[in-house]
């Protein structure tokens, strides 16, 4: 009965939901009052269960929190070269895409070879160049992002999104700056991408610390006491804090300067935050920082490239090492050309800066990020007719629905029934998300003679995975064959053949 009432229940939300109407009960006046009261308690419990957050803190799991901010995704595989390295694995990739390259095969193509090289994306959202400036977003425009982000196979559970860029910047506000504005474009877009997946990972946008109070400009402290002073609750808006923690003046002070403006910075906004009414202790996201460099060695205002690496070494060492950092993804890898060159990790040859090396050798963990597992058995082909305890082979077709790449012996076919057949092995090629393949099996026939009914389910671990399905076989007893009885009837029937002629 209680199953029956919750499953009415859902139906009746989930009706809700999609805004048509549940069909219409043939009941009592009385009942048909307690079933809609009950009904809509339910509706509100299960409603109230959709808000739990779906997401994780990166830093209570291994945790890699290398990373390096892209300037293109064709620099994955280097990317991994660098964080993936001495020891780790799953680093963070930054990388940003604009309103007008919302394309969701291309960007599953870039999903899907971070996953396989084991990167795991941080993606800024922008708009596009207008001039001088970029683009003011939209309102209008939140719904397109969230159906394209919802469009993609993201590559763990959390979906690391950060709302724009710099907002305390006219040029990157379409021209002015408004941070009341920007406040309520954060929190409706979201409020809008949770609704639609709590596995959204809210970050704000990273701000500049260094900015001074301008016609063009304004200082970070004003611009986010602003913010709040428009959206009270704004800080339940965001899972995390985007950090620009820039060695500044100039992009050039040391790395044991602390305080706002310094590598360091993150610390200051974090306290900041906190003295304005922060409760929460949030995952960190360094998505810019980094030194400029001489380059060529022709200009003797920024640092020698050699010097880099020292600084990339202890900022890693003894500034980046806070509990609370999840990522730490300088800029930028590749932009040989200006006015990133002076960061770039990469010259204009396509040689990498010594730097790059250094931080390549530098000990890493192996991250262990949370990934979704997910399958369904397609069909099944096994011999319709067995023998008692008779070792047969069958083949699966299944479809990887989940977000991790199925290697051979992580998953497994089973038995749902102990009376049912019993599967000895399974093995199959790897099957990365969104395709089908084959798992071959070996399994012994039941014990029992009739007609066998029974299911077939994916697992991992001993934990169910997808859904199960049914199988039927008849099962007879053994067949005693007596071969010579049989040889002789042949041998009989060929010498009267032989005779006619």
Known sequence: MQVQVLLGAQAICRNRDEGSIPPRRTVTFSMKKVVLFLSTLICLLIGSTRQIQAIYDPTIVANNRFGIHLGSPADLEEAASLINSSGGDWGYVTFVIQKGERNTNHWQKVFDKARRLHLIPIVRIATKGNGVNWEKPSFGD?????????????????????????????????????????????????????????DFFILPAGLDASAANSKETMD????????????KGIFEYFDGWTSHSYPNPSFSA???ASGKGSIKTYEWEINYLKSLGLKKDLPIFITETGWIHNGSGNSFKQLKTENIGQRLTNAYKFIWNNKNIAAVTPFILNYPEPPFNVF??????????????????????KGEPIQEINGLIISILIPPLQQIGQNFSGIVLVKNTGQSIWENNQ???????????KILSTSFNQIEPGNEGFIFIKAISPEKTGISIGNLELSINNQ????????HIFVISPIKVNFEAIFDKIISVFKGLTQKF
């Open 142 to 198: 939140i719904d397109g992002w969230i159906s394209f982000l919802n469009s993609l196979n993201w590559v763990i559970k959390n979906r690391y999104v950060v709302i724009g860029n710099e907002p305390n910047h006219a040029k990157e506000w379409g021209g002015e700056v408004n941070p009341e504005e920007y406040a309520t474009y954060l929190k409706i877009f979201s409020e809008k991408l949770k609704k639609s997946s709590a």
């Open 220 to 231: 970070e402290s004003l611009f986010i006491r602003r913010m709040i002073e428009k959206e």
């Open 254 to 256: 040391s790395e044991y």
């Open 344 to 365: 770039s990790w990469k010259d204009k040859s396509g040689s990498f800066y010594s730097f790059y090396y250094d931080v390549q050798k530098l000990a890493k963990i």
């Open 411 to 421: 998953i497994q076919i089973r038995s749902k029934e102990k009376e049912g057949i």
């Open 464 to 471: 169910s995975l997808g859904n199960a399905y049914s199988y």
